[in-house]
């Protein structure tokens, strides 16, 4: 008995439901909580972004059922070369469907876009402890040739305002911080 074929199609209005299901099984793999994940979509947010011209979304289903997609941006200023690239955003299958080749179907449609665009290139930013993600894009020949380093804003402005700071030793931070706790304490 043979298995269903993957079919992979660009994410329209009709699919936009299944898509947007998908989207937020991802986030809440990754950690996000089911609300926030959910008031997300349903604000609106993901809808929005795959209008913008350059960002492109594929689904991927067997038998009418979605079992995974890929998000991706074509723009020259995505990719640390000249050339113009196509970045992978996001990819995601379901955990029940790994291994029956859907991210193999979904990166063959991201190819055959990068291909339509005159794209040289294909970047995915995949986070280091995902292992398995990433042995899948390196069996691909993907290679790694950057480390892509996250902070918030915030922590960013006081870090920075910070180095206008005096240096003060452990001693002295240790000292301030029991000084401003025990005024703290005392009001």
């Known amino acids: ?68 997609f890929a998000v991706m941006s074509h723009a020259p200023i995505s990719c640390l070369s000249e050339a113009p690239c196509v970045a992978i955003d996001q990819i995601y299958v379901l955990p029940s469907a790994r291994n029956h080749g859907v991210a193999r179907h ?3 449609a991201v190819t055959a876009y990068a291909e339509k ?29 950057s480390v892509r380093r996250i902070t918030s804003t915030a922590l960013l402005r006081r870090r920075l305002s910070s180095g206008d700071l005096p240096r003060y030793s452990l001693d002295q931070v240790l000292i301030r911080r029991r000084s401003l706790r025990s005024r703290a304490e005392a009001s």
């Open 1 to 68: 008995m043979s298995r269903s074929p993957v079919i992979v199609k660009r994410v329209d209005d009709d699919s936009l439901h299944a898509f947007t299901e998908l989207w937020v099984a991802a986030r809440v793999e990754r950690g996000t909580s089911i609300e926030v994940a959910s008031r997300a979509a349903s604000e609106g947010r993901l809808a929005h972004a795959l209008q913008r011209p350059e960002v492109r979304a594929y689904l991927a289903t067997v038998d009418d059922t979605a079992l995974g």
């Open 117 to 145: 665009v005159g794209s040289e290139q294909i970047v995915s930013n995949v986070p280091a402890q995902l292992r398995d993600a990433n042995r899948f894009f390196a069996r691909l020949g993907f290679s790694s040739t």
């Open 106 to 108: 979904l990166l063959a």
